[in-house]
């Protein structure tokens, strides 16, 4: 929703370059994207943005509309978040010698990692709470597959299986636990 000055994308993309150049690199980039995606982007000579009213779906936009929508005490709207979050923004993307691109992607790769790590304990408490181990135990072990090192998500684990009759797979997970801590 917000247009970017062409001098921004130019620096965070080729900000090792000159002025000149980073801006002509933009330039030879934007080329195809209008070929291909021009009715969904608004490009002129100083800025650049998706175009005001186009048809696209963006996840990132649609996980924090859940997340706020959620705010309410709505765990529905938790729940769609969380079924949103499908890996670490803009994994496998790579852009070489963009620092300033990088540190800008690792901030937003981070911060959309711990919002979706706080959904999910949000989530299983809201479970615990409601007594629906399964989903509580299903939800930390989604927690776990992201931060496997996280110990006290692995207690976390634990206990909700002991609560929901499930000593061996608590004992198994206490297993699991020490075996991740022991190799860090």
């Known amino acids: 929703g917000n247009a970017v000055s062409r001098s921004s994308l130019a620096a965070l993309m080729w900000g090792e370059?000159?002025?000149?150049?980073?801006?002509?690199?933009?330039?030879?980039?934007?080329?195809?994207?209008r070929k291909y995606l021009g009715?969904?982007?608004s490009i002129n000579r100083d800025r650049v943005s998706l175009a005001e009213g186009a048809n696209i779906w963006v996840d990132v936009h649609q996980f924090n509309a859940a997340l706020k929508a959620s705010a309410q005490d709505n765990t529905q709207n938790l729940a769609n978040a969380i079924d949103l979050y499908q890996g670490d923004f803009l994994e496998g993307f790579y852009v070489h010698n963009?620092?300033?691109?990088?540190?800008?992607w690792l901030t937003q790769r981070a911060r959309l990692r711990e919002t979706m790590l706080d959904a999910l304990h949000t989530?299983?408490?809201h479970h615990t709470k409601a007594g629906e181990f399964e989903t509580a135990i299903q939800l930390m072990r989604r927690y776990l597959e992201l931060e496997p090192w996280r110990e006290s998500a692995h207690r976390r684990l634990m206990d909700l299986l002991a609560h929901n009759g499930q000593r061996s797979a608590a004992l198994a997970q206490y297993e699991t636990c020490r075996q991740?801590?022991?190799k860090e």
């Not at 980073?22 to 330039?27: E, Q």
């Open 17 to 33: 370059s000159s002025e000149t150049a980073a801006r002509s690199n933009l330039r030879k980039a934007l080329q195809p994207l």
């Open 39 to 41: 009715e969904f982007l």
């Open 98 to 104: 963009a620092p300033d691109f990088e540190n800008w």
């Open 123 to 125: 989530l299983a408490d």
């Open 180 to 182: 991740i801590l022991s």
